[in-house]
């Protein structure tokens, strides 16, 4: 079942660079394990907060490879989108090719199709690959949004099998998930700060970014309001809210690469155009990871689940 396959917590992955912006791969193994054995239920690599717009096609399909490679119990969700349909379907056949157990397909982003455009365009990569795809609407990147209508259509496809929703415009998405949930289809957070009101009209979790820095936590708020203990799930949201929102102080990646970095994870190196997290905001950020370490210290239980 898709709502299975699609159920829970999936780290919207970073890419890990070295100082000279080669992909660290022995990190990004060791973090895909980390996030794995910290509970998640899938990772999501060389999606927008993997960098992707500045890898090349090879180094999208070794990304792909070491995650496969490294995990052993979760899914692997590729991204794989572009605002070229031939593009998107040659980077969606090597991910599947790399052993990718489903797609995210970013709606093609500078072009700004028309609706029909953009049913093409999911259409042409589903008929052509047998994975499940997810369609991701982010409108803030990608100039268009995808009309109900559009992602109701789309979702009639057996291989279209899920929608990650990331417009911010909750009776859009409360729409959605209204007109598919007679269908095998799974509509998931793109936002962590919708998660919990999404979850409560029938999203079945979210593709976080959260997740990379407090997975646990994540993973114990989704936990709770998919089981329907809104109550938990209302406090952990309230202890993750801080983060959550500095987390886009500055365009992601940046603040998520910066916890991280703090967290001993990985540096805080990105490629160009982007640039590391502003020296004003980094005391802040760090003070908000020892509050949030300071309360698991205090309530490991609590805090886990």
Same mark, same amino acid.
């Not at 911010?168 to 009101?197: C, K, M, Y």
């Not at 160009?272 to 205090?298: K, V, W």
């Given at each position: 079942?898709?709502?299975?396959? $699609?159920?829970?917590? $999936?780290?919207?992955?970073?890419?890990? $660079?070295?100082?000279?912006? +080669?992909?660290?791969?022995?990190?990004?193994?060791?973090?895909? !394990?980390?996030?794995?054995?910290?509970?998640?239920?899938?990772?999501?690599?060389?999606?927008?907060?993997? %960098?992707?717009?500045?890898?090349?096609?090879? @180094?999208?399909?070794?990304?792909?490879?070491?995650?496969?490679?490294?995990?052993?119990?979760?899914?692997?969700?590729?991204?794989?989108? +572009?605002?070229?349909?031939?593009?998107?379907? *040659?980077?969606?056949?090597?991910?599947?090719?790399?052993?990718?157990?489903? /797609?995210?397909?970013?709606?093609?982003?500078?072009?700004?199709?028309? !609706?029909?455009?953009?049913?093409?365009?999911? =259409?042409?990569?589903?008929?052509?690959?047998?994975?499940?795809?997810?369609?991701?609407?982010?409108?803030? =990147?990608?100039?268009?949004?995808? *009309?109900?209508?559009?992602?109701?259509?789309?979702?009639?496809?057996?291989?279209?099998?899920?929608?990650?929703?990331? +417009?911010?415009?909750?009776?859009?998405?409360? *729409?959605?998930?209204?007109?598919? =949930?007679?269908?095998? $289809?799974?509509?998931?957070?793109?936002?962590?700060?919708?998660?919990?009101?999404?979850? +409560?009209?029938?999203?079945?979790?979210?593709?976080?970014?959260?997740?990379?820095? %407090?997975?646990?936590?994540? &993973?114990?708020?989704?936990?709770?309001?998919?089981?329907?203990?809104? *109550?938990?799930?209302?406090?952990?949201?309230?202890?993750?809210?801080?983060?959550?929102?500095?987390?886009?102080?500055?365009?992601?990646?940046?603040?998520?690469? %910066?916890?991280?970095?703090?967290?001993?994870? &990985?540096?805080?190196?990105?490629?160009?155009? /982007?640039?590391?997290?502003? %020296?004003?905001?980094?005391?802040?950020?760090?003070?908000?990871?020892?509050?949030?370490? @300071?309360?698991?210290?205090?309530?490991?239980?609590?805090?886990?689940?």
């Amino acid at each position: 079942m898709t709502q299975e396959l $699609f159920s829970g917590v $999936f780290p919207a992955m970073v890419t890990p $660079f070295e100082d000279d912006e +080669s992909i660290d791969h022995e990190r990004l193994r060791a973090d895909a !394990q980390r996030l794995e054995a910290a509970g998640v239920d899938g990772l999501v690599p060389v999606g927008s907060t993997g %960098e992707s717009a500045t890898l090349t096609h090879d @180094e999208h399909v070794e990304v792909v490879e070491t995650v496969v490679d490294a995990v052993e119990d979760v899914p692997v969700i590729a991204g794989t989108g +572009s605002n070229n349909t031939r593009e998107a379907l *040659e980077l969606s056949e090597r991910a599947a090719d790399a052993g990718a157990d489903a /797609l995210l397909l970013i709606s093609p982003y500078y072009n700004k199709p028309e !609706q029909r455009g953009l049913v093409e365009h999911y =259409r042409t990569i589903a008929d052509a690959v047998d994975l499940p795809q997810i369609v991701y609407n982010v409108p803030s =990147r990608t100039g268009r949004n995808i *009309e109900p209508d559009t992602a109701v259509e789309l979702a009639r496809h057996e291989n279209i099998a899920g929608f990650k929703a990331a +417009s911010g415009d909750l009776n859009q998405i409360s *729409e959605i998930v209204e007109r598919t =949930r007679d269908q095998d $289809f799974a509509v998931l957070s793109g936002d962590d700060g919708l998660t919990l009101p999404m979850l +409560s009209v029938g999203a079945t979790g979210g593709i976080s970014v959260v997740a990379n820095v %407090e997975p646990e936590r994540a &993973c114990a708020m989704v936990g709770a309001g998919l089981s329907g203990d809104f *109550e938990r799930a209302r406090a952990i949201h309230h202890e993750l809210a801080p983060l959550t929102r500095a987390l886009f102080w500055e365009t992601n990646p940046i603040p998520v690469k %910066e916890a991280m970095h703090i967290r001993g994870h &990985c540096p805080p190196t990105l490629r160009s155009p /982007l640039s590391r997290l502003a %020296e004003e905001y980094r005391i802040d950020l760090a003070n908000l990871l020892d509050d949030l370490d @300071e309360q698991r210290a205090a309530s490991p239980a609590e805090v886990e689940g």
